[in-house]
């Protein structure tokens, strides 16, 4: 089985920086995804995360050790729409097991 | 069309009700999967096919059905809805055989049981 752990709800400042941290136990790994959800909208990709170490793509980055079973998601220079939930999902054998998600919210 | 579309956007149904949710893509690709989402619980897998004419279950299946006749369409079917299946449903695709390729979320429909 899996199991993905990342924190209910963060707050951060306008401008700020914020770390998302996701811890998984899994019985299979073929990469770990993170994506974006706005409320009443679909989710949508982030990254995409299959070997240790930093990815980074803009403001956004995202960091994997597959030996500690961690991921976390950087954002940077934080803007008002970055309020959002954000979805850790790991890949398994074709699927993908998604944690219950972080709600970000940025205040000015 | 372009992507993936869901219908209907919502919907309020009488509990032992048979109820159908559509989804088509029109990107040509392989693998297609039906998600749950409820509050506290995230995204669960129902359903998945990885090509059409093939179909598997996912982490909640039951009292779910679902068919993949061609490589477009992925309908869900609650054949007796019950209260507990009030939820936000999206259908997901993503391209090629590669576990590692990202999925496509549609707008998702929202489903109450009365």
């Known amino acids: 089985g899996q199991n993905i752990d990342q924190p209910t709800e963060m707050t951060a400042t306008e401008g700020a920086i914020v770390q998302i941290n996701c811890t998984y136990q899994t019985s299979g790994f073929n990469g770990l995804f993170w994506y974006q959800q706005h409320a009443g909208e679909a989710p949508t990709f982030l990254s995409y995360n299959v070997l240790d170490g930093l990815e980074e793509k803009g403001r956004f980055s995202s960091f994997l050790s597959r030996s500690k079973g961690y991921s976390y998601l950087l954002l940077k220079e934080l803007q008002m729409k970055d309020s959002a939930s954000y979805l850790c999902a790991v890949a398994g054998f074709q699927k993908l097991v998604f944690g219950t998600g972080t709600r970000l919210l940025v205040s000015p | 069309i372009a992507g993936i579309t869901q219908a209907p956007t919502s919907q309020i149904l009488a509990a032992g009700r048979r109820m159908t949710l559509r989804c088509t893509q029109d990107m040509r690709h392989n693998a297609m999967y039906w998600y749950r989402q409820d509050l506290g619980l995230g995204l669960r897998l129902i359903h998945y096919?990885?090509?059409?004419?093939?179909?598997g279950k996912g982490e909640v299946p039951d009292g779910y059905s679902v068919s993949r006749a061609n490589t477009d369409d992925f309908p869900l079917t609650l054949a007796s809805a019950v209260p507990s299946q009030t939820s936000v449903y999206f259908c997901a695709s993503r391209q090629g055989t590669s576990v590692g390729n990202e999925q496509f979320f549609g707008p998702g429909t929202r489903l109450t049981v009365l």
């Open positions: 096919s990885n090509t059409a004419g093939t179909t």
